[in-house]
């Protein structure tokens, strides 16, 4: 079985400081994992895919996430905050014996503070 | 713009009505996916599709059906609407159900059961 976990539903930041939202995730095979956004009303957008490719993954808008197996953690990091960041974010998880599922923590609420 | 339209965008129900929540997507995706979305606890898949002719239950099937009869499109039913139903409901698809495949998301469903 596989899950994720999200530490810290509600994090506020200053625009401008640097924006590091967590994940950890639980898997007995090779994991893939995501991160998504959502804003207000809306469904939820792709930010970037972790495939086993390479360990750091860039993602749209600036934000990037390190996969790290030996601490079971995808943090998700953008180096300067902004005002448009302001979000719900979503980490997830699949795997290919479980493909028909992707499990998703239960999401990081993110507030730029001007 | 290619991508997943979701219809009606919110809804009020009576408890024990039925209804049908529809999903089209025009990126010619073989897997589609119904998750529905709660405070605190994320997403969870109600049922998923992984081509046409096929269909599959996910973590929260009870009280709801799918059907696949053609690739674009993915309707949800609720013979008899629960307040517990209420909730808001996302239908997704991706282009394969390999585990690296991502989900691409409609804009959601409001339902409230009253």
């Known amino acids: 079985a596989q899950s994720v976990t999200q530490l810290g539903s509600h994090v506020s930041v200053s625009e401008g400081a640097l924006v590091l939202l967590r994940c950890n995730y639980s898997?007995?095979?090779?994991?893939?994992l995501f991160w998504y956004v959502q804003y207000p009303n809306q469904g939820l957008q792709l930010l970037l895919k972790?495939?086993?490719?390479?360990?750091l993954v860039k993602g749209i808008n600036g934000f990037e996430a390190e996969f790290k197996k030996s601490e079971t953690s995808f943090h998700l990091t953008k180096p300067s905050a902004h005002m448009s960041d302001a979000a719900e974010y979503f980490c997830?998880?699949?795997?290919?014996?479980?493909?028909?599922?992707?499990?998703f923590g239960t999401g990081t609420r993110l507030t730029v503070i001007p | 713009i290619a991508g997943i339209t979701q219809a009606p965008t919110s809804q009020i129900l009576a408890a024990g009505r039925r209804m049908t929540l529809r999903c089209t997507q025009d990126?010619?995706?073989?897997?589609m996916y119904w998750y529905r979305q709660d405070l605190g606890l994320g997403l969870r898949l109600i049922h998923y599709?992984?081509?046409?002719?096929?269909?599959g239950k996910g973590e929260v099937p009870d009280g709801y059906s799918v059907s696949r009869a053609n690739t674009d499109d993915f309707p949800l039913t609720l013979a008899s609407a629960v307040p517990s139903q209420t909730s808001v409901y996302f239908c997704?698809?991706?282009?394969?159900?390999?585990?690296?495949?991502?989900?691409?998301f409609g804009n959601g469903t409001r339902l409230t059961v009253t």
């Open positions: 972790y495939t086993s490719a390479a360990t």
């Open positions: 997830a998880v699949r795997t290919q014996t479980g493909a028909n599922n992707l499990f």
């Open positions: 599709s992984n081509t046409a002719g096929t269909t």
């Open positions: 990126m010619r995706h073989n897997a």
């Open positions: 898997s007995s095979v090779p994991p893939y």
């Open positions: 997704a698809s991706s282009a394969s159900q390999g585990a690296a495949s991502p989900l691409h």
